[in-house]
């Protein structure tokens, strides 16, 4: 634990490094951040707001399937303080989440983890199969397309799909004393319960996808006020990778990883990654005030519901 434990932390350190290397090399291109009138400051957040809208009903939406119901106010105050605490430790959000959702709706840690488990599987099956629907249509439309991007989308497709429906490799899983495939079987098993009602999870589709098309209008937007105006289908490419990207726990927030990945999707269509880099920033540098302001109220919020329970 010890090995794995400095291992983590060497990671994190060496990203946040490297970004901060990475800024200081660029940091008249992130000056433009600082240019931003209120106006503007007020879109972006207007847009995140519909983010935050979103998640929480996607909370709403998930939890009853797990014999949970919350009010949309709880619902809000999990999203806020999830993202809010993610800011301050990797996986900080989470861990306060599942504590709150113990407390006070009586949600044990085991279910609490599969349903965010479920949870993440839809995103990424979503995030792929129309990350390969983009692609095709940039292709369609402008006559050119990224294969690497388009195998990377199939090959995350695929490995979600088969996960969900090859009922030999659970039977492996539910079968072997190993630690991890217990985990993955039982994250199987919280799938099979939640895709059980198709209501749940056509409207978790919508929600998710939603999800991706507001994020890519922030991009667009940050574009259109540093920039200039790009398509919106590859803001929506890149809004798909960026939200995948903040469900690997590396950094606080994935601060570094989210602007890496975004960055990168934007230069394999023939953008320009320094821009796309610096429009992320941006979209962070806002969300951060709704994140911080939202995240201690919903704290304090949270903290008098557990101590009426």
Not at 43 to 71: A, C, D, E, H, K
Not at 89 to 97: F, P, T
Not at 210 to 234: C, E, Q, T
Request: charged share 10%.
């Amino acid at each position: 634990m010890k090995w794995k434990s400095f291992f983590l932390v060497a990671v994190t350190v060496t990203i946040l490094g490297l970004t901060a290397v990475y800024v200081y090399k660029n940091i008249d291109a992130f000056k433009r951040i600082i240019d931003i009138s209120a106006d503007q400051v007020c879109v972006f957040l207007i847009l995140q707001l519909i983010s935050v809208t979103l998640n929480t009903f996607m909370l709403l939406v998930l939890l009853p399937v797990y014999g949970v119901r919350v009010s949309f106010p709880d619902g809000l105050a999990y999203s806020t303080l999830n993202t809010f605490l993610n800011y301050i430790s990797i996986k900080g959000g989470i861990v306060a989440k599942g504590y709150f959702m113990k407390k006070i709706h009586k949600f044990s840690y085991t279910d609490f983890a599969v349903s965010m488990g479920a949870m993440v599987l839809m995103h990424f099956m979503v995030g792929g199969l129309i990350g390969i629907g983009v692609l095709i249509l940039i292709y369609i439309i402008q006559g050119n397309t990224n294969i690497y991007l388009f195998l990377a989308f199939s090959v995350v497709t695929a490995i979600v799909i088969c996960f969900i429906k090859l009922p030999v490799v659970h039977n492996k899983f539910g079968g072997n004393g190993n630690y991890f495939l217990k985990k993955l079987y039982e994250l199987w098993n919280s799938w099979k319960l939640f895709s059980k009602n198709r209501n749940v999870m056509c409207v978790l589709s919508f929600l998710v996808f939603m999800n991706f098309v507001v994020y890519a209008f922030r991009l667009k937007y940050g574009f259109h006020v540093i920039y200039n105006d790009v398509p919106f289908l590859s803001c929506l490419l890149i809004s798909i990778m960026g939200v995948l990207s903040t469900f690997a726990a590396l950094t606080p927030a994935s601060l570094g990883i989210r602007e890496f990945v975004v960055g990168t999707g934007y230069s394999l269509i023939d953008g320009d990654m320094l821009q796309a880099v610096v429009v992320t920033s941006l979209d962070r540098a806002v969300s951060m005030i709704q994140v911080f302001g939202f995240g201690i109220i919903s704290c304090v919020y949270l903290l008098k519901r557990s101590g009426q329970q």
